[in-house]
């Protein structure tokens, strides 16, 4: 399961966010720190396609891919020297797979700005730069200790210190350490650096009620500049309509016309900065089930996902996409149309394969 961080300053409705996604209760005030500890929850991402799946193969329960979701208390100015609450938030951050940064876009005067003015990029770059220099603090150190193992002149040591050198020099420029990879002797070294700055950025533009659901032009190209996405939401309206009955909420949306919901962008977005593909399992009487792997991820791997025992006994993998397996009517429609592909352990799995492992099961 994916982790996703809510982070953002003061005020920005990253607590109004978390609520509208999860449709869990988080305190929100105008005031900074309503949130201290982080409000978690495990939300179940819909997918039309694998309901869609569920009802041509007569699959029942259908359960969803899910993912967690955290709120983090709020940034402020010099968190990387503990102020506020910096170190508890930072240490929160190191803890998700992608970061998700509120930034206000929307006019309240009864809500005070912490700067005092509304500037979505200036409030991405404060938080960026925030997150910059805890991580240039914490390769400083570890540097420093790298550097007195590499006096042994042990492999891994040497290597550990020389991209510690590259993470170094490359914080002290002001750039993120994404994308950085770890040498080979010491691939360790990332994940025991754990650099907030290497994990995937995902923008969140909190717009007022009423505006286009588009995050400003500025903001989009900060993000994408720093390979990162940028989205938009209201995130007062999207709370609103969680206390709804989904139905409800639903009609509602749909006279407002705003398109998809805050749960589809932002977890759509955090999915496709993590490069992530949804493989689908189902079968008649049973559960109809979505799994989200990196793209890439071999059948003989994405049996695993599935089961430990069909990794250990796999034997192939039959094959078919999911809009094929629904145009078809059903899996012996689509047999009988050559739509079924049986792969072997290499292939790559793609998004929106529907796919039954053949495996030996253990003696």
């Not at 991405?124 to 991580?135: C, I, K, T, V, W």
């Not at 039959?318 to 009988?336: K, Q």
Request: glycine fraction near 8%; proline fraction near 7%.
């Amino acid at each position: 399961m994916k982790r996703i961080g809510i982070v953002g300053l003061p005020n920005a409705g990253k607590s109004s966010l978390f609520r509208a996604i999860s449709r869990q209760a988080a305190e929100v005030a105008p005031y900074p720190f309503t949130t201290v500890d982080p409000n978690i929850a495990v939300v179940p991402v819909p997918d039309e396609r694998l309901d869609a799946v569920a009802r041509t193969i007569g699959a029942d329960p259908v359960t969803y891919e899910t993912v967690e979701l955290r709120d983090i208390a709020g940034l402020v100015r010099g968190a990387h020297r503990g102020e506020g609450l910096g170190n508890r938030f930072l240490a929160q951050i190191r803890e998700v797979d992608v970061v998700v940064i509120v930034v206000r876009a929307f006019a309240a005067p009864d809500v005070p700005h912490p700067d005092g003015h509304v500037d979505p990029v200036a409030d991405a770059e404060l938080l960026e730069a925030e997150l910059l220099q805890a991580d240039l603090e914490r390769a400083g150190e570890r540097l420093d200790r790298a550097r007195r193992r590499a006096r042994s002149l042990e492999r891994a040591a040497v290597a550990e210190a020389e991209w510690l050198e590259q993470v170094h020099e490359r914080l002290a420029r002001g750039e993120p350490v994404r994308g950085l990879e770890p040498p080979e002797d010491a691939p360790d070294a990332a994940r025991e650096l754990q650099a907030l700055t290497a994990k995937p950025f995902l923008y969140v533009a909190n717009v007022d009620e009423g505006a286009p659901l588009e995050p400003p032009p500025e903001l989009v190209a900060h993000a994408t500049a720093r390979g990162a996405r940028a989205v938009a939401v209201s995130a007062r309206i999207e709370a609103e309509l969680a206390d709804l009955e989904p139905s409800e909420a639903e009609a509602l949306r749909s006279e407002l016309e705003l398109g998809a919901s805050a749960l589809e962008r932002v977890v759509g977005g955090a999915f496709a900065l993590l490069d992530l593909v949804t493989f689908f399992t189902a079968h008649e009487g049973g559960e109809a089930r979505a799994h989200a792997v990196p793209r890439g991820t071999t059948a003989r791997r994405a049996a695993g996902e599935v089961h430990s025992d069909m990794k250990r006994g796999f034997v192939a993998a039959e094959v078919v996409a999911w809009d094929e397996l629904v145009a078809a009517g059903s899996l012996a429609a689509a047999r009988e149309r050559a739509l079924v592909r049986t792969e072997g352990r290499d292939y790559s799995v793609r998004d929106g394969d529907v796919i039954r492992f053949r495996f030996t099961p253990p003696r």
